[in-house]
């Protein structure tokens, strides 16, 4: 057989043809209404799914030895209106799936050797990703986290919180001309 045609009404017809060469190719159908993405789709084919990117606009003071929300108040973009910038402070996405989650931030604090700051990736109230600096002799840490985080799509939330063990901790958000080194943002990677 060299192809098959599957016809539909008067607004059109969709032709799978098979390979020239031996062998058995297959095309798997979506069980629901979906698109399928081929190898030659365009990027305007390709789904999308939610995506945030937020910002501190202003230095954070916390205390010490204590695990503070970050307030990232200020949105770069919110695809599907799903990051709190106002009141929560927290991405609680629409779309169930395994999103990348990445955060930043520049932590200045007045600490002794062996104190530490932190900053945590949290997923319904509890840490779930971390990193820490312990202090030597400056009074700054730069720390980066990222997780995939899976979310449910309906009540599962992910915030930033940051904790300095000494000292009169704050989040910088300028480091010479630029602006915010304090960003929190992630984007849905796979269904």
């Known amino acids: 057989m060299s192809s098959i045609v599957i016809k539909g009404n008067t607004s059109g017809q969709v032709e799978i043809a098979a390979p020239d060469v031996a062998g058995s190719t297959t095309l798997t159908m979506p069980t629901t209404d979906g698109t399928v993405i081929t190898n030659n789709s365009a990027v305007s084919d390709l789904p999308k799914g939610p995506a945030f990117s937020a910002?501190?606009?202003?230095?954070?003071?916390?205390?010490?030895s204590t695990n503070t929300k970050l307030q990232f108040n200020t949105e770069d973009f919110d695809t599907s209106s799903d990051y709190d910038n106002t009141t929560?402070?927290?991405y609680t996405p629409s779309v169930a799936g395994y999103y990348q989650v990445n955060t930043s931030a520049r932590l200045n604090y007045s600490g002794a050797a062996s104190d530490n700051v932190q900053l945590h990736i949290w997923k319904n109230g509890t840490s779930h990703t971390y990193t820490q600096y312990n202090n030597a002799t400056g009074?700054?840490?730069?720390?980066?986290?990222?997780a995939i985080v899976y979310c449910n799509g309906s009540t599962d939330y992910i915030e930033v919180?940051?904790?300095?063990?000494h000292g009169s901790p704050f989040v910088d958000v300028k480091i010479g001309s630029f602006n915010s080194t304090a960003r929190f943002n992630a984007a849905l990677v796979s269904v």
């Open 88 to 90: 929560n402070y927290r």
């Open 161 to 165: 919180y940051a904790y300095s063990q």
């Open 139 to 146: 009074i700054y840490g730069s720390l980066n986290v990222s």
């Open 55 to 64: 910002y501190l606009s202003a230095d954070q003071s916390f205390s010490t």
